[in-house]
């Protein structure tokens, strides 16, 4: 049985940091690509960051250079580091793992699996 459990959610002030985690089980961590996603009310999931199964790294242009994504495949660990954080980057955030097909776009919540019960993130101004 496939599990993704995120942890490490919180409410800072702006410009304080965060560091989610999210363990995988049931499957093989290796061979799934892995993805952050969020969501906050009223708004469509969106994409964050990716590591992908040749441990490439994608940002979205909202995060890039203030979230880093990364992962310890010995302990099927996905992690994002949130830094510089902002009253918009208040939602609930997902971990999610995924095996691409062709035309898959890293960044769209279908070209996924399986998916966590996510964390909430609120940063305060």
């Known amino acids: 049985q496939v599990q993704l459990v995120e942890s490490g959610g919180g409410s800072v002030q702006a410009g304080g940091s965060l560091r989610l985690s999210c363990a995988a089980s049931?499957?093989?961590?290796?061979?799934?690509?892995m993805g952050w996603f969020r969501q906050a009310p009223g708004k469509e999931r969106e994409g964050v960051a990716l590591?992908?199964?040749?441990?490439?790294?994608y940002y979205s242009d909202s995060v890039k250079g203030r979230f880093a994504i990364s992962q310890d495949n010995a302990k099927n660990t996905l992690y994002l580091q949130m830094n510089s954080l902002k009253p918009e980057d208040t939602a609930m955030y997902y971990c999610?793992?995924?095996?691409?097909?062709?035309?898959?776009?890293?960044?769209?919540?279908?070209?996924?699996?399986?998916w966590g019960q996510g964390t909430q993130v609120t940063v305060s101004s």
């Open positions: 049931g499957y093989t961590y290796s061979t799934y690509n």
């Open positions: 999610a793992a995924g095996r691409f097909t062709l035309g898959s776009s890293w960044y769209n919540p279908r070209s996924y699996n399986y």
């Open positions: 590591i992908n199964t040749f441990s490439e790294k």
